[in-house]
């Protein structure tokens, strides 16, 4: 099974909309953490926001914010107020356990902001 | 800070040829790993280490071979490069403790095998 699932290989979003990139996961590990990242054109990983498993609450950064349904297993990511700079791939990746620091990726989804 | 560095950016390789993919870091992280980026896939680990001296395979570890002798480098070595081992390749770095202890990239290594 996969441990991180995207579902939407792509989205089109008009700009100053907002836009939600849906992430789901599978662990039995209590102990997990849920990573977002952004990878524009340019080929960068960009780190933008995080969500413990043990966080009471839903993380947010600025125009980011991360709708985390534990019992669901889904840690959706939000962006407010889309701009044309938020054109890029996404991709959410997990760590599972205390202590370890190997992330597993989902398979991306590539935004594109229409002017 | 210069952060993780990687080099080449760009490789041509023959078939059965070998190189060694270069990463370095300048945060004193413990942790480093090595990843490919395939189209439609994500990123794969292939090997990590959480220290000098110690390494350890990830999901896709054949043909490809790692060392760290120091903290700040962690080199990744191809054997005998086939054309499945076209791809990016990208170095990250974190802290194994803090929070939330998430991964630095480099640039990545836009690799191809003819």
């Known amino acids: ?115 | 800070n210069a952060g993780v560095t990687q080099t080449p950016k760009f490789q041509v390789l023959k078939t059965g040829q070998s190189m060694t993919l270069q990463c370095a870091q300048d945060m004193n992280h413990e942790y480093m790993s090595w990843y490919r980026q395939d189209p439609g896939m994500g990123l794969r680990l292939i090997h990590y280490s959480v220290g000098a001296g110690i390494t350890d395979q990830g999901e896709v570890p054949n043909g490809y071979n790692v060392s760290r002798s120091t903290t700040e480098d962690f080199p990744l070595r191809l054997l005998s490069a086939a054309p499945s081992q076209t791809s990016v390749y990208f170095c990250a770095s974190s802290r194994t403790s803090g929070y939330p202890g998430e991964q630095y990239f480099g640039p990545g290594t836009r690799l191809t095998v003819t």
């Not at chain 1, 791939?89 to 902001?113: H, P, Q, S, V, W």
């Open chain 1, 1 to 115: 099974a996969q441990k991180i699932t995207q579902t939407q290989p792509g989205m089109f979003v008009q700009e100053k909309e907002a836009v939600t990139l849906d992430c789901t996961y599978d662990t039995s590990d209590p102990s997990y953490g849920l990573f977002w990242y952004k990878q524009p054109s340019s080929g960068e990983m960009i780190f933008l926001i995080y969500q413990g498993s043990y966080d009471q609450q839903n993380a947010t950064e600025g125009r980011y914010s991360l709708n985390f349904q534990k019992a669901r297993k889904s840690a959706n990511l939000v962006i407010s107020a889309s701009q044309l700079g938020d054109s890029a791939m996404y991709f959410c990746a997990m760590r599972e356990g205390f202590g370890n620091e190997k992330l597993t990726f989902g398979t991306g989804t590539r935004l594109t902001i229409i002017p």
